[in-house]
């Protein structure tokens, strides 16, 4: 009996050391933006708050005028969750202290401990996750913060089965199904239609008709009929009269008197003018007998 006395002693040592260097979750897991129970997007963030469990008047006890922004994580912060659906995990890194003030704060009693039921340290992990249904099931990291010691450091850890915190969160399929339907029927619809019909129908009707009728209609009809009686009549017959007959008659006298060449030929080769000196000389002589006679 003395034995298991100081084995149960012990275990109970053992656990308020663990409990004074560590920051224990206090709160269930939630995805930020949806609502409790709720399932969220596949896109997002978890947040998880701790507590910090130090025992009073320890050195480790946060300082007096901590804020904030004198928290810290490690830089090997890390969540696993996993697919309770699939048995897969997921490592989440990139965790980040809330600065919000509601979901971050520190208090103490009138002696300056800590009163770890209403302090809070809340972390912000980022996830991106197939749908499905998940669970937290380890972290890796810890938080730092100034204390009257300098500056103290507890480890992270997640609650387990039966210490009644949450720690299991649902991704739903995102819905995007309805969204492409009435968006694509009315851009298409109005678009189309009201383009081609008025476009189409009055430009080909008024261009074509009352181009085709007045054009064809007056050139034809003015210019055949005023040009062929005029042009066929008069000139027949005021040309064919004329010409002929001053041509006929003029052009046969002029022609054969003035040229030398047109004299009759006599058979030898004298000149007309030899034979006109030879008359002109025969009459001279012919003159003169008869006057010697006449005397």
Known sequence: MKNKGIKIGVVFILLF????????QYD????????????????????????????????TQPSRDITINDLSLSAD???TVTNTDTGDTTVLTGAVIDTDPTFTYVNFDEDDDILPASTRVS???????EPGNYKVTAVTGSVKYPSSSGTSVKDLSVARDG??????????APELTPTPEPTATPTVEPTATPTAEPTATPTAEPTATPTAEPTATPTAEPTATPTAEPTATPTAEPT????????????????????????????????????????????????????????
Do not use: E
């Open 17 to 24: 050391a663990l409990l004074s260097v560590a920051g224990c």
């Open 28 to 59: 269930d897991v939630v995805i930020v933006g949806a609502a409790s129970g709720q399932p969220g997007p596949t896109k997002g963030q978890l947040r998880i708050g701790f507590t910090l469990f130090v025992s009073k008047g320890s050195s």
């Open 77 to 79: 912060t890390s969540f």
């Open 123 to 129: 972390i912000l992990i980022s996830y991106t996750l």
């Open 163 to 172: 210490d009644g915190l949450n720690t299991t969160f649902t991704i739903a």
């Open 240 to 295: 064919a009269t004329p010409t002929a007959a001053p041509t006929a008659v003029p052009t046969a006298v002029p022609t054969a008197t003035p040229s030398p060449t047109n004299h009759p030929k006599t058979g030898d080769d004298f000149a007309p003018a030899l034979w006109l000196t030879l008359c002109a000389g025969s009459l001279a002589a012919l003159a003169l007998l008869l006057k010697k006679r006449h005397i």
